[in-house]
């Protein structure tokens, strides 16, 4: 009887060595997962403490050794090739796990709160405009791929996250983030490689949630984050979903960063503007690159209770600003986009599309004969009872010429403003903006309030301006 005690206990001990040696990878590394293409991809995990672990692609016969430290944590990173695949990608410390199905191509973060969440779906009783036929007609052929990442709210910063990477068929891509979805497959049919993106966001959430503590304490000090040293974590509190979702996805390997989130911090616009710049700064200094692209999208008009209030146009002022103070960044505007009664526009496609034309234009060099970027507010004159408005507005101008521009104020030095009439410019570069109410105009202002019914100012290729005010009253 001792004998065969003896015999189990030794064969448990063997087992569970066996366990111990094999490599242990976070989720984010799963079959049917998209690695950056042509770069020095990033790859963690754990295995037995001093155990080499061999890492050997199927795009190379070269293979990268690594030593686990005493913890048994061990980094590596290999030579991505040019976009392609499937490869298998083959961990070996004594005993191997293969991952498979693995594409090479362009991998972009989403982020922010819930008009990035929003499904391809849509929300209950709120559609995604065109998503039935989207749905239906996913085939997993093509190498468009989506990680969804758990939601997590943590007090401390995690080294783990739950991850799934789901592949382009009708379940995979009514779950995916649809403004994530809808960049990545414009991206993809424009540029002909695998695209996937990973999709860490959460309803409703302040920007300072997706701040580390440290960040948090500089640029919020009146923040009081001695939660976090407790047990509980409270609602819509500071850092804890940088803590469960953010910081555990570095450093795997991305192109860039696209951010839809502002609605929760609208009364603070100025505040914001701080807090955004130094959230890049953060996600840069985090995948230990200066220039990681950083797109995001101008929160689109909604009533917020009162739709004639400019409030959430201040927020869409400063959005705009940061564009001037946040290097290789770009802005999305939805001024044409919104919805009075609802904070989640079923336009969600234009949205992504806008996106990804940001990265075409900025970041993959695509040959094309449009703008491919919004008119941006440069200033105004005023002379003979007019103000004449100038813009930044690409090669082609602005549009529509010849026709009545909704949306326009203008105002004298009672700071009273009225309707006013307006029209492009014949230069299309600049609008004209004038009122029998206002003979000697001192300021203009353009959609100014959290709703406008629509858009009417655009460039060439129908992208909006978005709203703006010639004064700082």
Partial sequence: MKRQMLMLALIGALLA????????LPQLFADGMVLQQQADAAL???????????IAPSWTKAKTVVTADADGRWKATVATPAAGGPYELTFNDGEKLTLKDILIGEVWLCSGQSNMEMPVRGFSAQPVEGSTDVILGARPEVAVRMCRIKRSQTLQPQDTCVAT??????????AASATGYFFAKYLHDHIDVPVGIIMSDWGGTHIRQWMPRELVARVAPETDLAFLDGDTVPKAASCTNYNGMLHPLAPYTIKGVLWYQGESDRTVPDRYRVWQKAFVEQLRTMWNNSDLPFYYVQIAPYSYGDSASPESALFREAQDRNQDEISHSGMVVTLDLGNEGCIHPAAKRQVG?????LALAKD??????????SPRYKGVTFADGKAVVDFEAGRFGLAPLGQELAGFEIAGADRVFHPAHAQVARSRRGVEVWSEEVPEPVAVRYAFHNYVEKASLFNNAGLPASSFRTDDW
């Fill in 17 to 24: 060595d066996g366990a111990a040696a094999k490599v242990k």
């Fill in 44 to 54: 963690w995990g754990e295995a037995r403490p001093g155990a080499k672990v061999v």
């Fill in 165 to 174: 990477w789901f592949r382009h068929t009708p379940e995979g891509v009514a």
């Fill in 353 to 357: 599309e806008r996106l990804a034309m």
């Fill in 364 to 373: 993959y060099g695509f040959p094309c004969p449009i703008d491919m970027e």
